[in-house]
């Protein structure tokens, strides 16, 4: 985060010990990175970014190590069709519903004073609740159910690199480049019970909704960049980081069930491995009467695009964006890196998908009502993360703050 970067960067313009900077930078930094993974939420699929604090904490000595987690939060209900909140769903009860709990260990090791490489895996347990899903209990009743998922997502490694020499005392802040690859480790076909939707009205085994699966099938990589620069009297610092996740393949292997219904949704069997991104900007302040604390606040944007960058946009998706207001805290004291952000969502938008022009087309539907998808947003999210520090053998001073 930039938290991090900016307690690290004041040391050094203090004349102080490195060690004591870098701690501090890890504050700076953790304001960056906290809220991450490439995340729009609810049934906007994307996979879990609480580990995007590890491009953050990054702000490493050769030999030097973090160690922690990340924990994302929210609950998705709110169902918009492009911008426009179709809010007679919660009040009819028709709405989806979506809790993802999701957690993220995470280890960074300093390969130079410069470089450092992140290893993320994430793990997830997700509810999803509707009516829709399911069919209408023995008594003929639309009864709610809801079907969950857990386990081991898709892992990350990435590299980074700060542009700027870390230990230089003259600079007014930094800026870092990385690249990282996504292996397809979690499960993408992940299966549940399904009730009264058999043949006979008996409940079934069959994959659940892509919003809580637990990985997207494939392949991936990524390009990131974050940076501070202070502003002005050593306690107010810009900071900005960048993230955007490649995935050239199309679909995923396993056929995905026609909806029953929906027969427009017939030639969509399977769902569509999509690219992510995220944009993150702001302010962070850090008060000399609260020594190793920051406050911050800024804006993040994330989404899924509706055509990725490689390959082919084949299958089913639920493109979508989220722009949100940012505040948080971060804390550092000792060896230990604390941090909470609570991003409110100010505009959320289901963009049309390809195949949603491609239905269009075929069948354009009454006048002035396009074929257009909708999908389930939450109005916050929370992101908690924490850090340990632990320092080379080569270095005397064992704490940052």
Not at 199 to 224: A, H, P, R
Not at 349 to 368: H, K, L
């Amino acid at each position: 985060m930039a938290v991090l970067w900016i307690f690290a960067f004041k040391s050094i313009q203090m004349k102080k010990h490195y060690y004591s900077a870098i701690l501090t930078a890890a504050v700076s930094l953790l304001a960056v990175t906290t809220s991450g993974d490439a995340q729009a939420q609810g049934c906007v699929a994307i996979r879990s970014m609480t580990g995007e604090v590890a491009s953050g904490n990054n702000l490493l000595m050769k030999g030097d190590m973090q160690v922690g987690f990340g924990y994302r939060f929210f609950h998705s209900y709110k169902h918009f069709r492009g911008p426009h909140e179709e809010s007679y769903r919660v009040g009819e009860g028709t709405d989806v519903r979506n809790d993802v709990n999701a957690f993220d260990l995470l280890y960074t090791y300093g390969i130079t004073d410069r470089w450092n490489a992140t290893l993320d895996i994430p793990y997830t347990f997700n509810w999803r609740s509707s009516k829709y899903e399911h069919g209408n209990a023995p008594n003929g009743v639309d009864v709610r159910r809801s079907t969950n998922s857990h386990g081991i997502g898709d892992i990350r490694l990435q590299f980074d690199r700060w542009m700027i020499d870390p230990n230089s005392s003259d600079a007014n802040g930094n800026f870092s480049l990385g690249a990282g690859i996504k292996l397809p480790t979690g499960n993408f076909a992940y299966q549940d019970t399904f009730y009264y939707r058999g043949d006979e009205g008996e409940n079934i085994l069959k994959e659940v909704d892509q919003s809580i699966q637990l990985g997207d099938g494939g392949w991936g990589f990524s390009l990131q960049s974050q940076g501070f620069a202070k502003l002005e009297s050593d306690i107010f610092f810009a900071y900005y980081s960048i993230y955007y996740l490649f995935t050239p393949g199309d679909t995923l292997s396993w056929e995905k069930r026609v909806d029953k219904i929906d027969a427009a949704n017939e030639p969509a069997v399977n769902y569509s491995i999509s690219d992510q991104f995220l944009v993150r900007g702001g302010v962070t302040y850090t008060p000399t009467s609260w020594s190793g604390s920051a406050i911050n606040l800024g804006f993040r944007f994330e989404g899924i695009p509706v055509e990725d960058v490689f390959g082919e946009t084949n299958g089913r998706r639920r493109p979508g964006k989220v722009f949100s207001v940012d505040p948080g805290v971060t804390y550092v004291t000792g060896n230990h890196i604390f941090s909470l952000n609570v991003p409110v969502a100010l505009y959320r938008n289901r963009t049309q998908s390809v195949q949603d022009i491609e239905r269009q087309q075929i069948d354009p539907g009454p006048s002035g009502d396009p074929r257009w998808g909708d999908a389930a947003f939450s109005d916050y999210t929370i992101f908690f993360n924490y850090g340990f520090r632990i320092f080379g053998k080569s270095h005397g001073d064992h704490n940052m703050m």
